[in-house]
Structures are given as structure tokens and as C-alpha cells.
């Protein structure tokens, strides 16, 4: 199967120069090219020029006329927690009447409310209802997905949660990246000791055995998991071949980011809450900072300080954080736009936090994330010439071709 994608009007290929990730001025650096055509065979992007070599010529099978249409790198969406079940409509609405997310999780709401509705949903419907989810997802232009586990909480529910991962992955034209993310919180009828003992004795050889996730999550803040607990679940995770990423300084500034940087995490998520001293201890760590904005707007809760972290040299990547909680929608094209209006990001520096950046956050930007010969054939197309109009024309879903490891991707 050869595609050529001919003549857009502009491709945006985000093209890293060889770096991981984008980062300080570089953030707003986009590698634009106009009137380009593209090639891509066996999920590889082969060529990119003006008009394409005879000698490839001959293995077009699939052409797509891309005038008045701007190429992007597929879009990555690179933290949400998509496998879910039940839904939280009701504590959002307390949440409106001016409840806070922490008061209704100590009410015995919030992430254990989530927990038993999959308790008592079956795998096969999680599942459909997951499916569902990434389909809308991908809708918006997203190509690659980061999903979480922990809202099962034991051995049993967590695995399956993962298990529906690695099944869709398989399954849907999508990458999805599976994360254990069992300590998200404390279930109840555990004591605190007995719990962690499970996820560092029974959870992590057994997602290990069978392969089920690349990356170990957890939550560290007041009332969940402190510093040194996650240095401990972090290290065993490590022992197991997880690579660590870091739910931290969500509402309060407790020692996460050094202990995540510590650990050599690949990134640090959230951040709406960080001190001068937080903001020193990622600057040239390599960490990712994975910001989260449609929380600060769903929970009306600070929005993080990307502007600093970028002046900083930090790489800054956006991700939607999908999840009945806290952010209750799958478009990224809404978080990119709020990464615009109320992180102060520009057009250029946002475009790389989907793409780039965020392919960095899942240690996969040599492989995806850009638009360079030899990466995978992961391009989606909007209908405009110019790339400002998907930030600028807000509210609308502008997405008009979707790539796929080299192949068009019909979503309906
Ligand atoms: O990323 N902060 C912790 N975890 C999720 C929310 C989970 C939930 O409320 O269900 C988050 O915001
Ligand atoms: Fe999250």
C-alpha cells in the first residue's frame, strides 16, 4: 500500500532536528511547509517534497488531494483515564452548587464512586463503553492514546481494566498505551499497608507477567499517596521493566515532582499547583510537564503555570485527562484551545504539546509525534489551509482526513 497525500496547502511536521521533545523557544518552533506532497508505505512515512520521484510513483495504490487542507502529526493524547464505567453527573452538578471535588471525595464520592461502578459492570461492557470513547477520541484527530487503570483498586479489577486496554489496542486503528495506575487511591476495607502491599507483591509481577501496561502511575497528594510511598511503588514498578509518570501538585504542593524526577519519570502530570521550588526541580530534569487544563476549567481550580515552565525550558505537553472526575470530555481540540486562552500558550507552542511533546510524555517521539521520513505514518488533515484556523475557528471540529500507520481511517 503506497499513499501519497498531494499538493496540502501546509504541512506542520513538528519535526524534533533529532531532540526528543521540544522545549524554550523551540516550544513555538513548527517545521512549516507549504504546497507539499507525502508518501507513505509499509506505515512509514517515506518522502516528503514538491513533486514526487518517478521511481516512487509506480507503488501509489491511494491518493488523497490535500489542496486548501493543512497535514498535521496525528494528534496524541497522552493521559486520560478512558476505561471507565458509571457516571458522575450527579457530583458534578453538587460540584456547580459549590461542593469541591475534595469535600465530595471525602463524602465517599469521587474516584471510589468510579471504582464501584466497575466493580459491578462487566468487562464486555466496560469495554463497548471504552470503544465508544476512543472512536469520539479520535474523532477529534487523535492517533495514539494514553489509557490508565485505577479505578479497579485490586488485583482482579485493575487487571481487567488493563486487559480492556491491550484488547482495544489490538483491536481499533489506534495506539493505545496502557498505564498501571493502582495507586490512584485507597480502597476501602484495606488498611494502607495492606493495600500497598498488594500493589508491590501481587499487581506489579502479575501486569508484568503478562505484559499488560508500559507505564506505572500514581496519585500523590494529601489524603492518597505521599512521596515516599510512591518512591517505594515506583522502584519495585521500575524492577518490573514500568517506566514511571506522575499524577502530582493537582491542589497541593507536597514533594511529588522531586520524587518523580528522582525516579527518572518521564513525566510529571497535572501541575496546577507548583512552587518556585517545583518549577526548579523540573527545569532541565528532562521530565515532561504534562499540563491538564480542561481540570482547571471543569474544577474550577488554578490552571498550571505553563507559561513559567516554558520560559524555564521545560517541554510542555497537553493532554485532555479524559476522566468522569475531573474532566469529563475526550476533545482535544478543546484542551488545545484552552492551552491558547488560559495557559497563554501560542498557536506554534500548543500544536507541538499534542504532538511532539506528547509523544515524548509516552518516551515514543523518535517513532511518533512528528512528520519525518522514517517516523509512522500517523498524519491527520484538517479542512483549512492554515493551521492557526484549528485554534482560531474554536468550538467547531474542523478534522476532515485521519492517517493511521499509513492508512485512511473511515470513522463512522
Ligand atoms: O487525573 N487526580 C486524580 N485522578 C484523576 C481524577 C480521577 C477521578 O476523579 O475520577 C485526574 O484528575
Ligand atoms: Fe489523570
Not at 464505567?85 to 458534578?92: C, K, L, P
Not at 484527530?141 to 487487571?159: F, H, P, R, W
Not at 478543546?334 to 504539546?353: F, T
Request: proline share 3%; hydrophobic share 40%; charged share 20%.
Amino acid at each position: 500500500m503506497g499513499l501519497l497525500i498531494e499538493n496540502a496547502s501546509q504541512v506542520v511536521t513538528c519535526h524534533t532536528r533529532g531532540r526528543k521533545f521540544k522545549a524554550g523557544k523551540f516550544q513555538s518552533e513548527l517545521g512549516l511547509l507549504k504546497n507539499t506532497s507525502i508518501y507513505a508505505e509499509g506505515g512509514k512515512i517515506k518522502w516528503l517534497g514538491s513533486k514526487l520521484p518517478k521511481i516512487l510513483m509506480n507503488s501509489v495504490t491511494h491518493v488523497i488531494d490535500a489542496k486548501g487542507k493543512c497535514v498535521l502529526p496525528g494528534l496524541i493524547d497522552s493521559h486520560t483515564h478512558i476505561v471507565f464505567a458509571g457516571s458522575r453527573a450527579d457530583e458534578f452538578s453538587m460540584r456547580i452548587k459549590g461542593r469541591t471535588y475534595e469535600e465530595i471525595a471525602k463524602a465517599g464520592g469521587g474516584i471510589v464512586s468510579t471504582v464501584k461502578a466497575v466493580h459491578s459492570t462487566t468487562k464486555a461492557k466496560i469495554k463497548e463503553l471504552a470503544r465508544k470513547r476512543i472512536i469520539s477520541s479520535m474523532s477529534f484527530g487523535v492517533t495514539t492514546i494514553e489509557a490508565k487503570s485505577g479505578y479497579g483498586l485490586d488485583t482482579k479489577n485493575e487487571l481487567k481494566m488493563l486487559e480492556i486496554i491491550n484488547e482495544l489496542n489490538s483491536e481499533m486503528p489506534v495506539d493505545l498505551y496502557a498505564t498501571f495506575l493502582g495507586a490512584h487511591s485507597f480502597p476501602k476495607n484495606y488498611s494502607r499497608k495492606e493495600y500497598i502491599d498488594e500493589i508491590l507483591y501481587e499487581m506489579i509481577p502479575l501486569i508484568a507477567k503478562k505484559d499488560l501496561a508500559t507505564f506505572i502511575d500514581a496519585f500523590c497528594e494529601k489524603n492518597y499517596f505521599s512521596p515516599v510511598e510512591i518512591i517505594r511503588i515506583f522502584m519495585q514498578g521500575m524492577k518490573f521493566g514500568l517506566v514511571p509518570k506522575l499524577h502530582t501538585n493537582q491542589f497541593n504542593s507536597i514533594g511529588g515532582i522531586e520524587a518523580a524526577v528522582r525516579c527518572g519519570a518521564l513525566s510529571v502530570d497535572h501541575l496546577e499547583i507548583m512552587k518556585q521550588s517545583d518549577i526548579n526541580s523540573l527545569a532541565n530534569s528532562g521530565v515532561i510537564a504534562v499540563v491538564l487544563p480542561a481540570v482547571s476549567y471543569f474544577l474550577d481550580i488554578p490552571y498550571a503555570p505553563a507559561r513559567k515552565m516554558i520560559e524555564k525550558n521545560i517541554p510542555v505537553a497537553i493532554a485532555t485527562d479524559f476522566n468522569p472526575g475531573s474532566a469529563m470530555s475526550e476533545n482535544i481540540q478543546l484542551a488545545m484551545s484552552m492551552g491558547v486562552h488560559l495557559l497563554k500558550m501560542n498557536c506554534e507552542e500548543v500544536i507541538n504539546a499534542v504532538t511532539i511533546n506528547a509523544a515524548a510524555s509516552l518516551g515514543i517521539s523518535h517513532y511518533t509525534g512528528s512528520i519525518e521520513k522514517g517516523k509512522q505514518a500517523d498524519m491527520v488533515m484538517f479542512d483549512t489551509p492554515n493551521y492557526k484556523d484549528i485554534l482560531y475557528h474554536f468550538g467547531v471540529n474542523q478534522l476532515w482526513c485521519t492517517i493511521k500507520n499509513g492508512y485512511e481511517i473511515k470513522l463512522k
